[in-house]
C-alpha cells in the first residue's frame, strides 16, 4: 500500500530557533500534499495544501511567512517553522493523495515542543 | 456552522459488543466524500472506511459498517465485536467536492473506551 513517512517523529527545539518537519511519500508520487496540526485532545486542523512545483495554500489564520511549506519534488514536502515559540508546541501530519485514489495517506505525525 | 459533527466526546463499550459512533455533515455540494480515521495514542490516522455521495450501498471492510443516511446527512461508523485494540481516538472527516485532491475536514472526534 501507499505509504508516507514524516522525519522527525518527534523534536525538541529552543525558542527562537527554526524547525524542518519532512513528509515524504515513499513508493508513489504525490502532487498534492496537505499539512494539518492537531493539539492534544482536539480535531485535526489543515494548515495548508501544498502542491509540487507552485506555491502552497494556506488556510485563513495561518502565517505562511512562520510555517514556510515547500514541495519541491513529487515524493517531497517540507513545512518549517520558522522562530519557533511554545505556542506553535503541537502535532503536526501531513497526508498525500495516490494518484486517482479517494484516499488520503497519512504520515505518522511528528511532535514539536518548543521550551 | 461546523461541517462535520461529531457529539460522543467518549463512548464506553465492553468486549464483543458493538458500538456507533455518531457523525453528521453539512455540504451543498452534491458530490463529496466521507472517511473515517482511527487515531491510537501513537498519533497515526489509521484509514477505516470511505463512502462516496452516490454510493449506492453502505460501505463495509470487515468489522467496520458506515451507515449512510443521506437525507439525514449522517455517516455513522459502526464497530461490531469490539477489542480491547479498539480503543482510541476516531475521527469523521469529508471531502467536499470531486476531486480527490481536496483537503478533509474533521470532525472534533470521538473517544472509545473498551473494557474486557
Known amino acids: 500500500g501507499a505509504v508516507v513517512s514524516q522525519h522527525p517523529s518527534w523534536v525538541i527545539c529552543k525558542s527562537g530557533t527554526s524547525v524542518k518537519i519532512e513528509c515524504r511519500s515513499l513508493?508513489?508520487?504525490?502532487?498534492?500534499m496537505f499539512w494539518y496540526r492537531q493539539f492534544p485532545k482536539q480535531s485535526l486542523m489543515l494548515m495548508a495544501t501544498s502542491n509540487e512545483g507552485s506555491k502552497a495554500t494556506y488556510e485563513q489564520g495561518v502565517e505562511k511567512d512562520k510555517f514556510l511549506i515547500n514541495h519541491a519534488s513529487l515524493t517531497l514536502s517540507t513545512l518549517t517553522v520558522t522562530s519557533a515559540h511554545p505556542e506553535d508546541s503541537s502535532f503536526y501530519i501531513c497526508?498525500?493523495?495516490?494518484?486517482?485514489?479517494?484516499?488520503?495517506?497519512f504520515g505518522p505525525g511528528t511532535r514539536l515542543t518548543v521550551t | 456552522a461546523q461541517k462535520i459533527t461529531q457529539t460522543q466526546p467518549g463512548m464506553f463499550v465492553q468486549e464483543k459488543e458493538a458500538v456507533t459512533l455518531d457523525c453528521t455533515y453539512d455540504?451543498?455540494?452534491?458530490?463529496?466524500?466521507l472517511f473515517w480515521y482511527k487515531q491510537p495514542s501513537s498519533g497515526e490516522m489509521i484509514f477505516l472506511i470511505y463512502?462516496?455521495?452516490?454510493?449506492?450501498q453502505n460501505a463495509t471492510e470487515g468489522r467496520y459498517s458506515l451507515n449512510f443516511q443521506k437525507a439525514r446527512k449522517s455517516a455513522n461508523l459502526v464497530i461490531s465485536a469490539s477489542q480491547l485494540g479498539d480503543s482510541a481516538m476516531y475521527f469523521c472527516a469529508m471531502r467536499e467536492g470531486p476531486q480527490a485532491g481536496t483537503a478533509l475536514i474533521f470532525g472534533k472526534g470521538t473517544t472509545l473506551s473498551v473494557s474486557s
Open positions: 463512502q462516496g455521495s452516490y454510493d449506492q
Open positions: 513508493d508513489f508520487q504525490a502532487t498534492t
Open positions: 497526508s498525500a493523495r495516490h494518484g486517482g485514489s479517494y484516499e488520503q495517506y
Open positions: 455540504t451543498s455540494d452534491p458530490s463529496y466524500g
